[in-house]
């Protein structure tokens, strides 16, 4: 089968997972909660990583089924975590532009009975691309249910100013080809991340370094006034209930 018939079936096989790496308070270490990425166990080819089957889920008109399960499922995750536990979803272009967005969020906070606040969605600069009247009306239908939204991989596209003037944004995920060699003699990356931050902070965002995988680039990110850390120093994505363990006893 090819890998799209594979994908069609993946939902109704239950072949997906969440997992779930931790988003740490710069400050106190503490977890401030997850950012949930999707896997896919092929039934032949093994673990596959989403960037090798999204893509083929976007063209195929399969994402926003895929989308739907992943945002019912992290709701539900949320649930049984502590009330002070976020949670994050990758949100596709193709998703922000489906009318449904609103409603399928709010039937999966519905029925997780969760806060909203708690759920957080990814977008990336991408969805100022297409049409501005939608785009602008999507981001207030969902500032009005309450779910934090998130600016993706922030630095690697356009990243226009005017983006965060349009769309209420309540974090910048800092990308991390910036955290990368920032530690490094000469590099610039250090004096970007610090404009970053501080423009975030004068419009009362949050900032998450991603990518943070050395002590060194930890100790910077927080100097540089980062206000969230993200990264294999603390851990990849693990399943639910490493997750959970991560929440009792710390990354
Ligand atoms: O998880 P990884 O570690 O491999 O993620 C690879 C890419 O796939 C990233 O760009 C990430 O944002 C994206 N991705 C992971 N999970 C999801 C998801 O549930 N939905 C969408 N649209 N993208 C995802
Ligand atoms: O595009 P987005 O930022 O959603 O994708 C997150 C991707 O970054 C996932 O593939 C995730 O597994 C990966 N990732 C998370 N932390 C690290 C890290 O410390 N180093 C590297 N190389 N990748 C990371
Ligand atoms: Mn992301
Ligand atoms: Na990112």
Known sequence: ASLEEALR??????????????????????????????????????????????????EAGLILAIGSWVIRTACADLARWPED??????????????????????????????????????????????????????????????VRLALDDFGTGYSSLGY??????DKIKIDQSFVRGATQAGSRNGAIITSITSLAKSLGMDTTAEG?????????VRNLGCSHVQGYIYSKAVPFDAALGYIIDGP
């Open 212 to 220: 943070v995988e050395t002590l060194d680039e930890l100790e910077l």
């Open 85 to 146: 536990v976020r949670c994050a979803v990758n949100v596709s272009p193709l998703q922000f532009s489906d009318p449904q967005l609103p409603s399928i969020i709010t039937n999966a906070l519905a029925a997780a009975q969760i806060n909203p606040s708690r759920l957080e969605l990814e977008i990336t600069e991408s969805v100022f691309l297409g049409d501005d009247a939608g785009t602008d009306a999507m981001f207030t239908a969902l500032k009005r249910i309450g």
């Open 9 to 58: 079936d993946a939902i109704a096989n239950g072949s997906f997972e969440l997992h779930y790496q931790p988003v740490v308070n710069a400050a106190d270490s503490n977890i401030a909660g997850f950012e949930a990425l999707l896997r896919w166990n092929h039934p032949a080819k093994g673990w596959l990583s989403p960037d090798k089957f999204i893509p083929v889920a976007e």
């Open 164 to 169: 965060l003037k349009r769309a209420p944004f």
